[in-house]
């Protein structure tokens, strides 16, 4: 990592990306806060995974793409109010002032609003898709990033603050903040494309373990990493007096819980032969980031 059809498709969906976001009708500052939050080199992971997983069901690409866009809007605003005082209170995110930081708490608050709501605006103007899967999609996506999902999650993580939780707490936590948006990511390039049944629940089963294996690693990084290479200052976790998966079941064997989930995922993807080799990639990218 990074590969040629990584580097090539993140390229794209850059260009795609910023080409909506600079159409989307709004106040001048609300704009400048939303393309500020967006087009700030994230890692764009959700993105190339709907792209991969679309890929490897023969989705058509255009769809591909806006659903990548509608899933990257709803991972930017999750981040801007993540960052919010009232939250985690961050200064920076991906090396730069955070959105709140740059502007003001009103604005930031409004830019992660106007990113939600329009992501679902993009998500029922899909072309050259059922109004079926559209359906499907916004079903989908709308329960991953809510109260049943990223939203519920986000609560469970503040309410275990300043406490120790159990594993499956932790697990529980973790699936819902940061795995349902990844696993609703993958799934949606199989909804865009021909799947079958079988292929949906060996998606599913990637999808848990890498969504899992991304928060291991964060944990990892907040403990391993730097400033310059986390683009926040890392210790956070303990800052907030957050479990964690180090603070459970130490480094070494969080490292091998890393290794075992990443491995489990590949092994859904042996069906698929060297089709799935960007989704294949796309984990060990997970297991190897070092931000």
């Known amino acids: 990592m990074p590969t040629a059809w990584f580097n090539q498709q993140l390229?794209?969906?850059e260009a795609a990306f910023e080409r909506y976001l600079t159409a989307i009708p709004a106040p001048d500052r609300l704009t400048e806060a939303m393309l500020y939050s967006t087009l700030n080199g994230g890692k764009r992971l959700r993105a190339l995974l709907v792209i991969a997983s679309g890929e490897l069901f023969n989705a058509p690409k255009t769809?591909?793409?806006?659903?990548a866009i509608a899933i990257e809007m709803i991972h930017a605003y999750s981040l801007i109010h993540d960052d919010l005082p009232a939250m985690d209170d961050d200064d920076y995110r991906r090396g730069k002032l955070t959105c709140h930081k740059t502007f003001d708490e009103a604005t930031a608050i409004l830019a992660g609003d106007a990113l939600l709501t329009q992501s679902f605006n993009c998500l029922s103007h899909i072309d050259d898709?059922?109004?079926a899967q559209i359906i499907q999609l916004i079903q989908l996506i709308s329960n991953a990033s809510g109260a049943n999902?990223?939203?519920g999650g986000q609560l469970f993580d503040i309410e275990a603050e300043e406490r120790k939780v159990s594993l499956v707490e932790l697990e529980r936590i973790h699936r819902n903040k940061t795995g349902a948006l990844i696993k609703a990511s993958i799934l949606s390039g199989v909804i865009a494309g021909d799947g079958c049944q079988d292929d949906y629940d060996?998606?599913?089963?990637?999808?848990?373990n890498i969504g899992l294996a991304f928060q291991i690693k964060d944990?990892?990084?907040?403990v391993t990493g730097t400033q310059e290479e986390l683009g926040k200052k890392p210790g956070a976790d303990q800052l907030h007096e957050k479990s964690t998966y180090i603070s459970l079941l130490g480094l070494d064997t969080s490292i091998e819980k890393l290794h075992q989930l990443i491995a489990e995922?590949?092994?859904?993807?042996?069906?698929f032969g060297t089709k799935a080799t960007p989704l294949i990639d796309l984990a060990h990218y997970i297991q190897k980031r070092n931000h």
């Open 11 to 13: 390229s794209a969906f």
């Open 149 to 151: 999902g990223m939203v």
């Open 63 to 67: 769809p591909l793409t806006t659903i």
């Open 265 to 271: 995922a590949i092994k859904q993807l042996e069906p």
């Open 219 to 222: 944990d990892i990084l907040d």
């Open 129 to 131: 898709l059922s109004a």
């Open 202 to 208: 060996r998606l599913s089963i990637y999808a848990d």
